[in-house]
């Protein structure tokens, strides 16, 4: 089954740039998006189609493709920004939906 | 706005079937992908599966044989059913929107709180 690839958890100081990636063989073909859930919450859409924000997401947020790579980038990551990221997309076929494991941001 | 609201059991006994309910308020349900997200306890979150308001559906693999989503627009919401339960399906149970048409996805950007459902005798 296909797999998207997050690292677990990423650590910054506040004011620096968070950089989230997520890993697939399919998302040079297929859109990714990017949610944020703060504990006891509902996931928050915060990307869509790789680089796009809904409305009311601040422009500090942002997301870029590379390649198999995707990035979310969070400059001067404040500690409201705190929370886990799931980057979201479709196997090659655009059939079946995945989530990435997940990345713990930690604002130090 | 559209707001969706999970209802159902809590608990559910092993080998049972889990049955649960979004309702879908400020907006149409005849449009859009209708989705369920679930996650275990202190876990990521794991895609169940959607159906499309034209009543297409589309499965997680890993729990195609168990799951069932179905649509009534009479009552403006959509279903979960998952079979043969067992402590592993212990977890919170989201319902989502995704605007998108004709596999032009837009993301999952209406969710509901979540209701947890526990499996256990």
């Known amino acids: 089954s296909y797999e998207l690839t997050q690292p677990p958890s990423v650590s910054v100081s506040p004011g620096q740039t968070a950089r989230i990636t997520c890993s697939g063989d399919?998302?040079?073909?297929?859109?990714v998006y990017w949610y944020q859930q703060k504990p006891g919450q509902a996931p928050v859409l915060v990307i869509y189609k790789d680089n796009a924000r809904p409305s009311g997401i601040p422009e500090r947020i942002s997301g870029s493709t590379s390649g198999t790579t995707v990035t979310l980038t969070i400059s001067g990551v404040q500690a409201e920004d705190e929370a886990d990221y799931y980057c979201?997309?479709?196997?090659?076929?655009?059939?079946?939906?995945?989530f990435g494991g997940g990345t713990k941001l930690t604002v130090l | 706005q559209v707001q969706l609201q999970e209802s159902g059991p809590g608990l559910v006994k092993p080998s049972e079937t889990l049955s649960l309910s979004c309702t879908v308020s400020g907006g149409s349900i005849s449009t859009s992908y209708w989705s369920w997200i679930r996650q275990p306890p202190g876990k990521g979150l794991e895609w169940i599966g959607y159906i499309y308001y034209s009543g297409s559906t589309m499965y997680n693999p890993s729990l195609k044989s168990r799951v069932t989503i179905s649509l009534d627009t009479s009552k403006n919401q959509f279903s979960l059913r998952l079979g043969s339960v067992t402590a592993a399906d212990t977890a919170v149970y989201y319902c989502?929107?995704?605007?998108?048409?004709?596999?032009?996805?837009?993301?999952?950007?209406?969710w509901g709180q979540g209701t947890t459902v526990t499996v256990s005798s």
């Open positions: 399919a998302l040079p073909i297929q859109y």
């Open positions: 979201q997309s479709t196997d090659r076929s655009g059939t079946y939906w995945v």
């Open positions: 989502a929107r995704d605007r998108g048409a004709d596999r032009d996805y837009n993301g999952l950007d209406v």
